[in-house]
């Protein structure tokens, strides 16, 4: 006998709104959804299995009276227009939860291990001197500019840049779709990254939809979160500054952490080609154009109109460029998980110490062997 289930309309409406789904391809997939939704068909229970995989929504959800509201488990700084952003998309949930987990169980692990707390989370507050904090994660991460005068381009910056922050102890994930899931893809305009601070295990994830130096100045901006102790969801572009006083704060502390003033007022030179200029700069401080052009109009060396003629014309060619996808699998599910996390949960799996159905779902994979494989990689390094 086939079961037929009852699903209210309006639990079909959201799902489809909190999966952002095509309704072109939903129909595609589903020919009867129309019928479902008027009540004249009803779904199996299977069709209802297959259909929240789809909408990414729990299939228990499809059977509530009515909907859930889901609210972001972190404070949520982000800003458009100067107005909250009240609509999380189900793609940043489910990487927002995806890093509580992963939090908890190296925080678990580390523990453990017998890790103490990080002296420099929540070590300052927004009455800090900017300067002062800046040249404390400098100092800490030894992330000088004169280290990265000597980095080919800003992919490997990024690179170095992590690497610094986790060795220091911070939980650093990049990536640019839910988990491993190709057809989830995380959109830069809703969120660039976000912080969970914790004093054993803080976790800075970037969203790597974004361009590579945009993503340098993201982590900048988190790890500001990081030294605040501030657990929070935000937009860490300078395309549209941010209002709220904790982004501003970061932002600032962020792009003297990039570019400190001292030094880009020995670096500039005034006499030549702004444009020629910005490039230059840009490339010795492996940091975006927008970064240096603000940067520059922020310290009083550049004038509103020049600013605002300049901006224009940097933000005509600033686009962000997407990943073609392929490369090397294994390394890139180390950036997705961050070293520190990867190679902590392969070592606690083959040990024994962790289940592998437990370190299968926090690596976002299926299969043992390829755990095996990405444990050879890691210790080839």
Same mark, same amino acid.
């Given at each position: ?9 309006? @639990? ?8 952002d ?9 589903? /020919? ?15 069709? &209802?299995?297959?259909f929240?995989? !789809?909408?990414?929504v729990?299939?228990?959800? &499809? ?14 700084l ?9 609509? /999380?998309s ?6 927002? =939860? ?6 908890d169980?190296?925080?678990t ?9 990080l ?21 800490? &991460? $030894? !992330? ?19 690497? #610094?922050?986790d ?7 990049? *990536? ?8 989830? #893809?995380?959109? /830069?305009?809703?969120?660039?990254g976000?912080?969970?601070? $914790? ?5 800075v ?5 974004? *361009?590579?130096?945009a993503?340098? !100045?993201? @982590?900048?901006?988190e ?44 670096? !500039?030179?005034d ?25 520059? =109009?922020?310290? $009083? ?14 933000? #005509? ?27 902590a ?12 159905? $437990? ?11 390829? &755990?095996?494989?990405?444990? #050879?990689?890691l210790?080839?390094?």
């Open positions: 006998m086939t079961y037929r289930m009852t699903v209210k309309p309006e @639990l079909y409406e959201w799902a489809c709104n909190r999966g789904v095509d309704p072109q391809k939903l129909r595609q997939r589903f /020919p009867m959804f129309d019928e479902w939704v008027s009540g004249t068909k009803q779904p199996t229970i299977k069709q &209802l299995e297959k929240a995989k !789809f909408t990414t729990p299939l228990g959800a &499809l059977f509530l009276s009515k909907p859930y509201e889901e609210e972001l488990p972190i404070q949520d982000r800003t458009m227009r100067n107005q909250k952003i009240v609509t /999380p189900a793609n940043l949930l489910d990487t927002i =939860y995806m890093c509580q987990q992963r939090q169980w190296y925080q692990f580390a523990i453990s291990e017998g890790a103490k707390s002296r420099f989370v929540g070590s300052v507050t927004v009455n800090s001197d900017i300067h002062d904090v800046a040249k404390d994660i400098r100092t800490a &991460l $030894d !992330f000088s500019v004169q280290s990265r005068e000597q980095l080919p381009n800003w992919s490997y910056a990024l690179r170095y840049f992590t690497e #610094k922050a060795d220091l102890g911070i939980l650093v994930m990049i *990536s640019g779709v839910v988990r491993n899931n190709s057809h989830r #893809k995380l959109d /830069p305009h809703e969120f660039r976000f912080t969970l601070a $914790d004093d054993i295990a803080p976790l994830f970037i969203n790597g939809s974004d *361009s590579k130096a993503q340098i !100045f993201t @982590l900048a901006h790890l500001a979160h990081v030294w605040l102790g501030e657990s929070s969801l935000s937009n860490s572009s300078l395309h549209s500054p941010p209002t709220h006083v904790i982004e501003k704060w970061c932002n600032q502390v962020a792009a003297e952490l990039l570019v400190p003033a001292l030094l880009l007022n020995d670096h !500039f030179r006499d030549i080609d702004l444009s020629f200029e910005i490039q230059r700069l840009s490339k010795q401080y492996k940091v975006s154009t927008i970064v240096i052009l603000r940067r520059l =109009y922020d310290l $009083d060396m550049i004038d509103q109109t020049v600013f605002s003629e300049q901006y224009r014309s940097e933000l #005509k060619q600033y686009t962000p460029k997407r990943s073609r996808g392929g490369g090397n699998f294994y390394a890139t599910l180390k950036t997705r998980v961050g070293a520190r996390f990867g190679e949960l392969v070592d606690s799996a083959l040990s024994g110490k962790t289940v592998f159905t $437990d370190a299968l779902y926090y690596l976002g994979i299926q299969k043992i062997s390829t &755990l095996e494989s990405f444990a #050879k990689t210790y080839e390094e």
